[in-house]
């Protein structure tokens, strides 16, 4: 007799759309979608466009480079910017960034001034307004949707994304044939001012801190440090790479596979980027039910492998719709593993670092892409797109038994709820904001037994006390006392130690707790602070 494991029933909170009840959210996720189909429409007008002003495809290949370039350049930046800035104004004001460029693109097509170069220049300008979009928009979801239904919520963010890839084309391809190019960018520059009012109407409340906004490069600094302090964000930026590398091989060559591979038009293009879409969709409503039956450590690689053989499945397909159906799974698959390494960016990063965090992750998942298609694309130059997509399945396949050890879920980093910390400082005078650097000292009396327990957990409080934004951190032990222990930690300032404050979580709270289960001594580990002094030159 064979026993199936038991499954709970999903809540109201787990129900994929249960989300889209939220107001906010439903105003903010359709001003996102309508934003994303402005993107595909924008990058289809364009290249269409560029055959009209030059026929050489190196050009029409680099409106891809030139509308995806900008996340590179400036995705850390666009996540510093996203977290010390209020975000709603800046969200705000991409949208009207957007819809500038449009204008311009529209004003200059109906001119017939518009050429090849400045084309490129223009799509460029437009790429910045969308990777100065992203984080923000990253970082904003788990504020205004609880934690049960973040995965519900992001996984309808993927639906937005491949929602916008069918619809985008397909309206951007109807308006070229029936109109003209300049209708297009027309259409975007009014549905972005429309998102503009969508986000205007958003009653944003923000946080208002009495220490003054955090320093641009500071900010930069603590993000990436914030990032390569903890173990989650690694293991999800290196699994998120290697899989957008694999899955680049499919994505990047289907134009090819539509045109060489089934001797296709416009059209199969078309079909097989609306299956891989459609797929997405269908899979993203089965989320929540998946999730109970696999935890992220499991759906990762099981959907990673399984999209690497839909994408071989494509390629040796002997007939489009068959081919069709393997795009659908391909898509399906593409979802899973994506949106589970989303959620899983999502959870490690708390709110005050999150559009850094997620900033990061964008360029971890772009350069993959990039890097994945420059390779398969050289590969196919030097032998078939069939070889190069199975070539680019293995590669995952075999990453993914390679990296299995790498865990996105479970540990000590998943609650990031701000709470209050035990050890506020009490100065006896006004110290200047901007004086520093500032150093902390905690000396513990550690039992002989318990030494080498306590350094791993001071190894822990190490990566907490980096993502907090210490510049440096170091233990040290006492040459004449057995068990005596201090622990040094650095700010630049004043203002950032305290920022420290407003930066504790959960997570550090019982990591402090552990430490001082350690400590001997009849009171709590003695805390000095120090500022660095600075000296008057005399006459």
């Known amino acids: 007799m064979s026993s199936k494991p038991f499954i709970s029933p999903l809540t109201k909170e787990e129900i994929w759309w249960a989300p889209l009840k939220n107001r906010v959210f439903s105003m903010l996720w359709l001003a996102w979608m309508t934003s994303n189909i402005c993107m595909w429409m924008n990058d289809v007008a364009a290249s269409w466009m560029m055959t009209d002003l030059d026929a050489s495809p190196t050009l029409i290949a680099l409106i891809q480079t030139a509308s995806n370039l900008p996340v590179f350049l400036l995705g850390l930046p666009s996540g510093a910017f996203a977290d010390i800035l209020n975000r709603k104004k800046y969200f705000m004001a991409t949208q009207i960034w957007i819809a500038l460029n449009a204008a311009v693109l529209c004003f200059m097509t109906f001119t017939n001034s518009l050429n090849a170069p400045l084309l490129l220049f223009l799509t460029f300008t437009n790429g ?19 934690r049960e239904q973040l995965p519900s919520a992001l996984a309808l963010n993927g639906v937005a994304m491949n929602a916008s890839r069918i619809i985008g084309p397909l309206v951007a391809g109807a308006l070229i044939a029936s109109a003209g190019t300049e209708y297009v960018f027309a259409l975007n520059m009014v549905l972005s001012l429309g998102c503009t009012v969508l986000i205007w109407r958003w009653k944003y409340t923000s946080t208002v801190s009495p220490l003054p906004g955090e320093r641009f490069l500071g900010a930069i600094r603590v993000g990436i440090q914030y990032v390569k302090s903890s173990a989650r964000m690694r293991a999800v930026l290196l699994r998120v790479f290697i899989f957008f590398v694999q899955s680049s091989a499919l994505m990047a060559l289907l134009p090819v596979i539509a045109k060489d591979h089934f001797n296709g038009d416009a059209k ?35 959907s990673q492998i399984l999209q690497a053989f839909a994408s071989i499945g494509v390629v040796l397909a002997p007939s489009l719709w068959l081919a069709a159906i393997m795009m659908m799974l391909s898509g399906g698959f593409w979802i899973l593993t994506a949106n589970s390494l989303s959620i ?50 293995i590669f995952g396949i075999i990453a993914v038994m390679l990296t299995k050890h790498l865990k996105i879920e479970g540990g000590t980093e998943e609650d990031m709820t701000p709470v209050c910390p035990i050890e506020h400082p009490i100065p006896d005078r006004d110290i200047d904001h901007e004086a520093g650097p500032v150093m902390i000292s905690l000396e513990y009396k550690i039992g002989s037994e318990n ?19 210490a510049m440096s951190w170091s233990l040290f032990e006492d040459a004449e006392k057995v068990g005596m222990m201090v622990e040094n930690f650095v700010f630049e300032t004043w203002a950032d130690y305290l920022r420290r ?29 120090r500022v660095a002094t600075s000296f008057s030159e005399s006459n």
């Open 128 to 146: 910045i307004g969308l990777a100065m979009r992203w984080p923000v928009f990253a970082a904003i979801v788990p504020d205004i949707v609880n």
């Open 268 to 302: 199969t293009f078309t079909i097989l980027l609306s299956c891989l879409g459609f797929g997405a969709i269908v899979a993203a409503s089965q989320l929540p039910r998946l999730r109970h039956r696999f935890d992220r450590n499991q759906l990762v690689p099981i």
């Open 344 to 393: 899983s960016a999502q959870l490690a990063l708390p709110s005050w670092i999150r559009a850094r965090g997620m900033s990061i992750f964008q360029m971890s998942l772009m350069g993959g892409s990039a890097i994945g298609a420059g390779i398969w694309g050289k590969l196919t130059t030097h032998s078939s797109v069939t070889f190069s997509v199975i070539c680019g399945s």
């Open 451 to 469: 030494i080498v327990a306590f350094k791993e957990v001071m190894q822990r409080s190490r990566d907490a006390r980096l993502r907090q934004g």
């Open 501 to 529: 404050f407003d930066r504790f979580t959960t997570n550090d709270l019982n990591l402090q707790e552990e430490r001082y289960q350690y400590h001997v001594g009849t009171r709590p580990p003695k805390i000095t602070r």
